[in-house]
């Protein structure tokens, strides 16, 4: 007996058996015939001058990849055509309109703003529409607008507490005080603010010859603060009204003169009165005669014909009390001219000059006088 092999263990010529023993996998005879069809067709493709093609299988085929390039170039260009460049055309458009607004809203002043330069980024940067539309632009710019003007009020006020506020787009100024100004700054968003620069008052004081109508039908005082419109849409410097807002705000009257005529007095008053008794018939008239000159007086009082003081008491705003007599009897001198001094800003003195004739002024509610304020409760409560 033949010693045992340490690699050659028992039992393993035994297994050379095994394959008799065990029975053999039945082979898939669909599958090899799948692959070998498979395998030649990739080998007509791959391997063209090896392969025998019909010239009809040729044909076949370029028509096949003629046909697939048309159409894939059909379904790139209706979708370039029908679907991007529409997309893209739309995204400019709203980009356009949201950086249009940007720049009206940061104009002027807040031009370089840094909250402006990151806003036109971001928006340029976008390529969604929707991420467009809900970028805020009004309120970061209203918040920079009120910090801006609350600065530039404090710099710009002259030594009687006002300011004047310059509207750029509609060629107007407006002289108010500092807490007016600042209560419009607080009241209005960067729309307006963006129109609004605010500079200190350079006003002078214009002397203006102008008909009752046109000023305020006799009724302003001295101090009344008017607004100046003008009646004609065409104007010898070339000016052209807005028709809705005053070409000038805020103008205060600081001298009313009429006419001297207007201080001739011949007045008489007479009262009759008859007694009849039987046949006696006793007529009795009360007459009362006034003749002056309200100018003439003032001369007088001045060369010590008459008390000063006493006179120029009773004679105190005498054209204005007479516009105020005129309008509560209905009747008065409506062919009066007055000669006004208004305070305007100095670039507006050549169109006051030369509007002399067109221009009306006008008392703001606001600023009423009594007896309009008295007025409007009046005819409110009724």
């Not at 260009?77 to 709203?94: G, H």
């Not at 129109?195 to 046109?214: C, D, G, W």
């Not at 005053?246 to 001298?255: F, H, K, M, Q, R």
Request: with cysteine; aromatic share 8%.
């Amino acid at each position: 007996m033949k010693p045992r092999d340490p690699l050659y263990p028992e039992g393993f010529e035994k297994s050379e058996n095994l394959e008799n023993i065990l029975p053999k996998p039945a082979k898939k005879d669909d599958d090899l015939s799948l692959l070998k069809k498979f395998n030649h067709k990739l080998g007509i493709y791959l391997s063209p001058n090896t392969t025998d093609i019909s010239e009809n299988e040729k044909k076949r085929k370029i028509g096949i990849i003629i046909t697939t390039l048309i159409l894939i170039t059909l379904i790139i260009s209706s979708y370039y055509f029908l679907v991007f460049e529409p997309a893209q055309k739309e995204l400019s458009f709203e980009k356009t309109t949201k950086l249009n607004e940007l720049h009206e809203l940061y104009s002027g002043a807040l031009t370089t703003s840094p909250t402006a330069m990151d806003l036109e980024n971001k928006i340029e940067n976008s390529n969604n529409i929707e991420e467009i539309r809900m970028t805020n632009i009004i309120n970061p710019a209203t918040k920079e607008w009120k910090s801006y003007h609350l600065k530039s009020i404090r710099i710009n006020q002259d030594k009687y507490n006002r300011t004047m506020a310059v509207y750029s787009n509609e060629s107007k100024n407006v002289i108010m005080p500092c807490e007016e100004a600042i209560e419009l700054v607080n009241k209005n968003n960067a729309e307006i603010l963006s129109q609004i620069s605010f500079e200190k008052p350079n006003t002078v004081s214009v002397p203006i010859l102008i008909s009752r109508l046109q000023a305020g039908a006799g009724l302003i005082n001295v101090g009344s603060v008017v607004d100046i419109y003008t009646n004609s849409n065409y104007t010898n410097d070339s000016f052209e009204s807005n028709g809705t807002a005053p070409d000038i705000s805020g103008c205060t009257v600081l001298a009313i003169m009429r006419y001297e005529e207007t201080g001739e007095i011949d007045s008489e008053y007479s009262k009759s009165d008859m007694i009849v008794n039987g046949n006696d018939t006793n007529p009795h008239e009360n007459t009362k005669r006034f003749s002056s000159n309200v100018l003439e007086m003032i001369k007088g009082s001045m060369m010590k014909g008459y008390n000063e003081k006493e006179t120029l008491n009773m004679l105190k705003s005498y054209g204005v009390r007479l516009s105020n007599y005129e309008r509560q009897i209905n009747l008065g001198d409506l062919d009066a001219q007055y000669m006004l001094l208004v305070e305007t800003p100095q670039d507006k003195v050549s169109y006051m000059l030369n509007n002399m004739d067109n221009i009306v002024l006008t008392i703001p509610t606001t600023d009423a006088p009594n007896w309009m304020i008295n007025e409007i409760n009046r005819t409110n409560i009724d």
